[in-house]
């Protein structure tokens, strides 16, 4: 086990990418010779030359285009949005070309594209570098959606990604990039966790708290707190958004009775739409109660001044268990 950061766990199984398979090609801007500006990708360039490595203008839309390109070549490439309100100029490219080629040609040309994506909030940052915009992507047929939470799952979530022959939209949480924790770099990839898969990051048996990416440590610490108040939290891990894995959900719902779903992104057509109808579709007779949705609200990402009270957080959180439990709650009107 080696002790790695988010981002230098990214940049460790890139590396690795890059050494095993000739074909794998790293292409953004600034990725090359600053390294990205979170530095994911520092020294990849040094080790692997700038033929694969590229730095490449600004152009998210030119970078998703020539992505197509060269996997109809037979490359793979990589590439990054260097923030993710700046994913929308290539958002043509990606929902018509990228998710749609594998079908157009019946099957004929793989799209083995990976787009890395710094998403989120947390970090106090401007306009257009907190968006939330997975369920988009989500959305679209033909489309993988992946957002590790991890270091570990982080490195091998892009290793399955870039081996994956399908499109691969893969979210970083930006808040979690300095984030420690141990990471396997020699366990073989075809004994991890598969992609499409969540996973139980703690068992409980009073309320299922389904999250991804970002808010899943904020998650277990809301599950922490309500142990102390005596109620039973399970923590599931979506890591994969399209697919979900709705029978881990699933399973955990017809266990608990109670599911709260919450994301950094706005309500309104949100991941947490999606999981609340399906779940309740599968386990209709199983709910004790409403799901509840702990999510951004529905406005344009706010100055970094009022990022907190637009966030998710703690006490949002252990509201919406609350919620679920039919205990005094910021909706019931009812304090103690």
Not at 148 to 155: I, L
Not at 192 to 204: D, E, I, K, Q
Request: glycine share 8%.
């Amino acid at each position: 086990m080696t002790a790695l950061t988010m981002a230098k766990a990214i940049n460790a199984g890139l590396r690795r990418s890059l050494a095993d398979d000739d074909r794998v090609v790293l292409m953004g801007e600034d990725i090359g010779t600053l390294g990205g500006v979170f530095r994911v990708t520092d020294g990849l360039q040094t080790e692997f030359g700038p033929r694969r490595v590229m730095d490449s203008p600004l152009a998210e839309s030119g970078i998703l285009g020539t992505a197509v390109g060269m996997a109809y070549r037979g490359l793979r490439p990589v590439v990054e949005i260097q923030f993710d309100g700046f994913i929308y100029p290539a958002f043509d490219q990606i929902v018509s070309q990228v998710a749609r080629m594998h079908y157009r040609t019946a099957g004929a040309v793989r799209m083995p594209i990976t787009i890395r994506v710094p998403f989120a909030g947390g970090i106090g940052a401007a306009e257009h570098h907190s968006d939330s915009p997975e369920a988009y992507f989500a959305h679209a047929a033909g489309l993988r959606v992946v957002s590790p939470s991890t270091p570990q799952d982080a490195y091998t979530l892009i290793r399955q990604a870039i081996a994956s022959d399908d499109p691969v939209l893969f979210f970083e949480p930006k808040r979690r990039y300095h984030a420690k924790g141990d990471v396997d770099v020699e366990a073989p990839l075809q004994d991890a966790r598969p992609m499409g898969t969540a996973r139980v990051v703690s068992p409980g048996s009073d309320v299922t708290l389904v999250t991804y990416g970002g808010l899943v440590q904020l998650a277990s610490d809301a599950a922490m707190a309500a142990s102390d108040e005596g109620v039973s939290v399970e923590v599931v891990d979506l890591r994969s958004l399209s697919p979900l894995d709705l029978d881990t959900v699933a399973a955990s719902v017809r266990k608990t009775g109670r599911l709260v779903i919450t994301h950094e992104a706005a309500l309104s057509g949100g991941l947490g739409a999606e999981i609340s109808a399906s779940i309740t579709e599968r386990c209709f007779y199983h709910l004790e109660h409403a799901p509840v949705r702990i999510t951004g609200h529905d406005i344009p990402y706010p100055p970094a001044r009022l990022e907190a009270a637009h966030l998710p957080d703690l006490d949002r959180i252990l509201d919406g268990i609350d919620r679920a439990m039919d205990r005094p709650n910021s909706l019931s009107g009812v304090d103690d």
